[in-house]
C-alpha cells in the first residue's frame, strides 16, 4: 500500500508562485510514475505534469515553461513548482502515483484514469 501526502496549496494573485510537495511512503517499488493533476469546479480532471523514476518529465501544453516537476534525492518527495500563475490554472491539485507503468510518462499525464493511488488534494486558487 502506498500513501501519498500533498501539501503547499494557497491563494495568490496571478503571476504569483506557489510549491506544491507530495511525499510518498509505503510500497512505491523502484519503477513508478508521479503526476500531478487537477479539477476545477464542473471540468474533468486532467493532468498537469509528470515524473519517472528514470528522471523523464512532462508537461501539459497549458503548464509547460512556467511549472516544474522535480524529485528529491531519495524519490519520495514530488514537487511542482509553479511560477506565473493564471486564474485559470485554479483547481484542486491532487498528485497520483502508479506502480511500473509499463509506459512512458507522456502517457501518465494524459491517463489519470491509470492512478492508483492519490494524494488527498490541495485547493490551489488564483486571483
Known amino acids: 500500500h502506498v500513501q501519498l501526502v500533498e501539501s503547499g496549496g494557497g491563494s495568490v494573485q496571478a503571476g504569483g508562485s506557489l510549491r506544491l510537495s507530495c511525499t510518498a511512503s509505503?510500497?512505491?517499488?523502484?519503477?513508478?510514475?508521479m503526476a500531478w493533476f487537477r479539477q476545477a469546479p464542473g471540468k474533468e480532471r486532467g493532468g498537469v505534469a509528470g515524473?519517472?523514476?528514470?528522471?523523464?518529465?512532462y508537461y501539459a501544453e497549458s503548464v509547460r515553461g512556467r511549472f516544474t516537476i522535480s524529485q528529491d534525492g531519495a524519490g519520495d518527495t514530488t514537487y511542482l513548482q509553479m511560477d506565473g500563475l493564471k486564474p485559470e490554472d485554479t483547481a484542486m491539485y491532487y498528485c497520483?502515483?502508479?506502480?511500473?507503468?509499463?509506459?512512458?510518462?507522456?502517457?501518465?499525464?494524459?491517463?489519470?484514469?491509470?492512478?492508483?493511488?492519490w494524494g488527498q488534494g490541495t485547493q490551489v486558487t488564483v486571483s
Open positions: 515524473i519517472h523514476g528514470d528522471g523523464n518529465t
Open positions: 497520483g502515483l502508479v506502480r511500473r507503468p509499463g509506459k512512458g510518462i507522456n502517457w501518465y499525464v494524459r491517463a489519470p484514469y491509470a492512478t492508483e493511488y
Open positions: 509505503g510500497d512505491t517499488y523502484s519503477t513508478y510514475s
